[in-house]
């Protein structure tokens, strides 16, 4: 039988050779004088530096430190999903490995979850030691997350999050959508969010690991994180209503390119040769795509309901078994 844990605090991490002792040391503080029974999890994503020797090394001082290594770096999305698969606290809590968020907070957001019953808490740092380069487009996808997705949060990318264990074992982390954590938990009917916030600590080691391709793949994950949200279990509603207005379209175009022909034939008017009608292409190419979209529905209409059958559903609550 597994321990018993209030806290498991996930930490996915490349490249924090300098930081890792020192965070090590201020979680374990923490933990001790508000004498929490916890474990702490390092997640190695694929360091090139001295981290995992120093993860090593930890464990000899700190038997509450469980660490996995991936073989090469798959990104902060891999390493939280593994994270939540091996906790086993009532409550987890993630942080990033730079001492940017600071372990202070813990006790704040244990309290949140146990004593407001909340799903999910999401750190708000209002104040940032960041470049404008890493903040404007921050600004920009929480802006756009927020008013797609409905929740009312200042700040969905904030590595400082707590929830309930129940929450992490029901969502699947993938691709680079650690960023809507939020969204994948309300999704699975989690919605009781709330937002505290945490202090935003100026980097003292290593590099920053945002980058233009962050920036890139982030409005391509929000496309993603905004279609599979409105139609991922109806995507004949998506592709349906475009092939029937695509199909509509180009029918109304041949219907009356057809009506005109015949209107100058009956009068004998001058008339061009259909195919010599750019009208005539545009309404081939809509009926064709909107056959296509109508196609692609149905296809994933399938796949849907394959799924839909190995589909589980979390139950929270029972009454009236014996």
Request: charged share 25%; with cysteine; glycine share 6%.
């Amino acid at each position: 039988m597994k321990e018993k844990l209030d806290i498991s605090v996930v930490v996915p991490l490349l490249n924090e050779e300098g930081s890792l002792p020192e965070l090590t040391t201020w979680i374990h503080r923490v933990m001790e004088k508000h004498s929490y029974a916890y474990e702490l999890i390092f997640i190695d994503d694929g360091s090139t530096d001295n981290s995992w020797e120093v993860i090593q090394d930890l464990t000899k001082k700190y038997t509450a430190i469980k660490a996995l290594r991936f073989n090469r770096n798959y990104g902060k999305s891999a390493a939280l999903q593994t994270g939540f698969e091996t906790a086993i606290g009532d409550v987890v809590i993630t942080m990033d490995a730079d001492l940017q968020d600071s372990p202070d907070e813990i006790p704040e957001l244990y309290e949140m979850i146990i004593s407001q019953e909340l799903d999910l808490v999401s750190g708000w740092k209002k104040v940032r030691h960041d470049p404008i380069g890493k903040t404007l487009p921050s600004k920009l996808f929480n802006s756009v997350t927020r008013n797609i997705s409905g929740i009312k949060l200042h700040d969905f990318n904030c590595g400082l999050k707590a929830y309930k264990n129940s929450v992490v074992k029901n969502i699947k982390v993938y691709g680079e959508m650690h960023r809507y954590i939020p969204v994948l938990a309300k999704w699975q009917g989690f919605s009781n969010i709330g937002e505290k916030i945490v202090e935003h600590r100026a980097r003292k080691y290593g590099t920053t690991k945002f980058g233009m391709k962050r920036l890139l793949t982030g409005f391509l994950d929000l496309l993603s994180v905004t279609f599979v949200s409105k139609f991922r279990r109806k995507p004949m509603h998506f592709f349906g209503a475009f092939g029937m207005l695509s199909f509509l379209f180009g029918t109304i175009i041949t219907i009356s390119i057809i009506g005109i022909k015949l209107y100058k034939l009956y009068y004998h008017l001058p008339l061009r040769p259909i195919t010599a009608q750019p009208l005539f292409y545009i309404a081939l190419v809509a009926v064709i795509i909107g056959v296509q979209l109508f196609l692609a529905g149905f296809i994933a209409e399938m796949f849907v309901t394959i799924a839909h059958k190995e589909e589980r559903y979390l139950i929270i609550d029972k009454t009236g078994e014996k």
